[in-house]
């Protein structure tokens, strides 16, 4: 295998570098900043701006403050809280994926700015469904997705952003490998982006609008965090793996626990954990709501950079160790405690990622609550588990049971996390042991996790069960079937179970029979952390901007079923919202999944009036405990949700939905805080909000309101008009007045909200976006 070499200069505070590259010579030569982290290390400019910090604050820090505290925009005067004040933060990156990036770069080119502030990147790695293998579902997916591949490539070059070709690999993996660096604060339009706290980074998921602003060169907004810590003891060993600690995370914090906290890992059991075992954890803090998730600085991360070409990056960082782990005697709003010693296999599920099962319990507790025990599919990979360790420990059962003469004996999908992973576990044999075993090797990209899985052996509505590797399990999620039952777990799990077939097998205790009738038991899994042979980069996939970008044409075809230029919101009229209309009262869990489906759907990501027509056709109808099926108030006739909002908008009528508790949970998509706004809505009533989709919401002038008596639900009926008065004296930590007309009389409530100063200024001028136009002199009235 032909060497690749690198040679860097990277100094903070300059743009010097000096690189040099010997790549595969049937490859073309591409920029470096692929292979860097493509900014200069900010090191002595984060030490300066936390020494200044430390100034006016007293007592020691936790590591998630003092990468936070950092990146302030004004240190000398910036007021901190824990969980009260706003701070305005300066991310060293922005990173998109290519569903969310199409909205966002509409956004971005309708700001009129000439190209971005800040590094950034777009992946593209949401649009790739699959159907038979890798391979030829690539090849589908760049026919069917070409005009979007196309304008996402011609914008990337036009305003100098990077562009990952379809096939690379999930956008998180391709930040873990490349750009990641301890210290790094970065954003990205993705609920899973805190997958670099594995590699020390403070990545934090946001919407589009909040990636605009900061590709513009505005600061970012973020609620102070408070800080959770988790501290391991112990050593992962036998079964047990690095999923297992965020799943036993995900039960003792619940689906909101970590909502407006940043999750800190530190204790003795870190070291016990490889670098991207450490980013699985982190990776699925998003399914607590967590802000993000961090590891301290240590020495898997200088492996993991070593290995990666990044060993430069180790060694300036190792001089900046005490500002990448948190002081001795740091203080924490709450702490759990995890010996990993003892920590037993989880199996997480159904229909949410916090109800877990230890494997001892998978079987009786399966039997009890009616799931169906036999496994129709097993899936591995995801940006959440899809390194090289993970692919080499599935390999070693799968190595295993065939010495017996077994494999897996239902469908196994096997998805490699990135071109370069793929690449390696090719070369070494990995994947031609998953096949032999019975895996079908899927395309470097999300897949079956976000929905995009053409799955053919059960019927819409069949009760099921399979196993995945992956983050997440909302009802629907990976396959559209609101009957399958999606368990999550580690991808050794999701193997094992792969070859009995049924959830009440326990590897751990329970005999399988080989093929010479004789009993055996599996092995606990093994495997290298890292290639012995280092990494094969495989297939160059990226796609640096030019120097000069200005003369690049971005076309978006008026006629285009997929994207549509962004037309204006229209601004408040300063008058209150009389008598608004309930378009849904939304009953039970609400996610982003819920309110704008992904699966099929995310081809019109980037047309706004088109994606639409998915507004709330997940979510439960309290009136009548249907999805999609809602009565129109003006015609008294029921009809789709989507169908009904549009009525309201042609006749003027303004509407607002109510819902429970921790509304807007799971994926960032700011999707589903763009289609109530674009037909008609103007609030949504609930008992709690996710963090991402609260934010999402005040960008496109929404009004995010939260009951200050949650039994205030109740008084609220399918028929009710809502009014929200006094909107003019609207102010930071003010309550709403708002009053519910009934048939039966009326009530008086009150509805409080988190909007800061600034806040309230995107809800006046209609949205965030609007505001930017104002202040920039460019107008922000609707055409």
């Not at 010996?339 to 229909?351: M, Y």
């Not at 899927?442 to 590797?469: F, H, Y």
């Not at 109530?676 to 008992?687: D, E, M, N, Q, S």
């Amino acid at each position: 295998m032909a060497q690749r070499t690198q040679r860097y200069i990277c100094l903070a505070g300059s743009m010097v570098r000096q690189f040099h590259l010997a790549r595969y010579p049937r490859y073309k030569k591409v920029s470096m900043s692929n292979f860097d982290c493509g900014i200069p290390l900010p090191y002595e400019k984060m030490k300066e701006t936390l020494e200044c910090v430390k100034a006016r604050l007293t007592g020691p820090l936790t590591l998630s403050e003092k990468l936070l505290y950092a990146h302030l925009d004004e240190p000398h005067t910036q007021e901190i809280e824990r969980g009260k004040t706003y701070l305005r933060l300066r991310p060293d990156r922005v990173a998109l994926q290519d569903a969310t990036a199409q909205m966002t770069l509409l956004q971005f080119i309708s700001s009129g700015l000439k190209k971005v502030a800040v590094p950034s990147t777009v992946h593209c790695d949401h649009l790739i469904e699959a159907q038979i293998s890798g391979e030829k579902d690539l090849a589908r997916a760049k026919k069917d997705n070409k005009e979007v591949y196309d304008f996402l490539s011609s914008t990337c070059a036009k305003y100098n952003l990077g562009f990952w070709k379809p096939g690379s690999g999930i956008i998180h993996q391709i930040i873990l490998e490349n750009y990641a660096f301890p210290g790094l604060l970065m954003i990205g339009t993705d609920s899973h982006t805190p997958n670099g706290g594995g590699l020390g980074c403070l990545c934090v998921g946001v919407g589009g609008a909040d990636a605009v602003d900061v590709m513009a060169n505005i600061p970012w907004e973020l609620k102070c965090p408070t800080v959770i810590g988790c501290h391991l003891t112990g050593k992962i060993s036998g079964w047990t793996s690095p999923k297992d600690v965020i799943l036993k995370v995900a039960e003792i914090l619940t689906v909101k626990g970590g909502t407006g906290a940043i999750v800190e890992y530190h204790g003795p059991g870190v070291e016990s954990i490889s670098c991207t075992g450490m980013a699985t954890i982190t990776n699925m803090g998003a399914e607590i709501g967590a802000t993000t998730s961090v590891f301290p600085y240590n020495e898997r991360m200088v492996t993991y950079l070593g290995a990666t070409g990044r060993a430069h990056i180790a060694a300036e960082a190792m001089k900046y160790k005490d500002m990448l782990t948190a002081d001795k005697g740091c203080k924490y709003d709450q702490v759990i405690e995890i010996n990993l010693d003892t920590l037993e296999p989880l199996v997480n599920g159904p229909f949410t990622p916090d109800l877990a099962h230890p494997i001892s319990k998978l079987g009786a507790n399966s039997e009890k609550n009616g799931y169906p025990m036999d496994i129709k599919v097993s899936l591995i990979g995801s940006c959440t588990n899809s390194s090289y360790e993970d692919m080499g420990r599935c390999a070693s059962i799968a190595t295993d049971a065939l010495s017996h003469g077994l494999k897996a004996c239902v469908p196994f999908n096997v998805t490699p996390g990135s071109e370069q992973v793929r690449a390696t576990i090719a070369r070494d044999g990995i994947i031609e042991v998953l096949e032999k075993f019975g895996g079908t090797v899927l395309a470097n990209a999300c897949g079956p996790c976000i929905g995009q899985w053409d799955r053919k052996d059960v019927k819409m509505g069949e009760k099921n069960t399979i196993v995945t590797s992956y983050n997440r399990n909302f009802t629907g999620r990976n396959d559209a079937n609101p009957a399958t039952h999606c368990f999550v777990t580690s991808p050794e799990m999701a193997t094992a179970l792969a070859i009995a077939g049924r959830l009440d097998f326990n590897p751990l205790a329970d005999e399988l029979q080989g093929a010479d009738g004789k009993m055996f038991k599996l092995k606990a899994p093994h495997a290298e952390e890292l290639p012995a042979k280092g990494f094969d980069p495989g297939e160059d996939t990226y796609q640096a901007p030019p120097e000069k970008g200005d003369d690049v044409k971005v076309n978006v075809d008026p006629k285009s079923e997929r994207l549509q230029i962004l037309e204006p919101f229209e601004k408040w009229d300063g008058k209150d919202y009389i008598d608004l209309v309930v378009l849904i009262k939304i009953k039970g869990k609400c996610t982003t999944d819920h309110i704008s489906a992904a699966g099929p759907w995310l081809k019109y990501r980037g047309h706004l009036d088109n994606i639409s027509n998915n507004l709330f056709i997940g979510a439960t109808n309290a009136e009548n405990n249907e999805m999609n099926k809602v009565k129109n108030q003006k015609s008294g006739q029921f009809d789709a949700v989507p169908a009904v909002a549009r009525d309201y908008k042609a006749n003027k009528m303004r509407w607002c939905a109510v819902g429970e508790e921790n509304y807007g949970e799971g994926s960032s998509r700011e999707h589903a805080a763009l289609e109530p706004r674009h037909l008609g809505g103007v609030a949504i009533i609930v008992k709690s909000f996710a963090r991402i989709h609260e934010t999402n919401l005040k960008k496109q002038g929404m009004l995010a309101l939260t009951f200050a008596n949650p039994g205030d639900y109740d008084k609220i009926q399918p028929t009710s008009k809502i009014s929200l008065l006094n909107l003019k004296d609207l102010a930071p930590g003010k309550p709403v007045d708002a009053e519910i007309k009934n048939n039966g009389g009326g009530d008086k409530i009150q509805l409080n909200h988190t909007l800061n100063e600034q806040q309230i200024k995107w809800f006046q001028a209609g949205s965030a976006l609007n505001l930017m136009k104002e202040l920039s002199g460019k107008g922000g009235d609707k055409k």
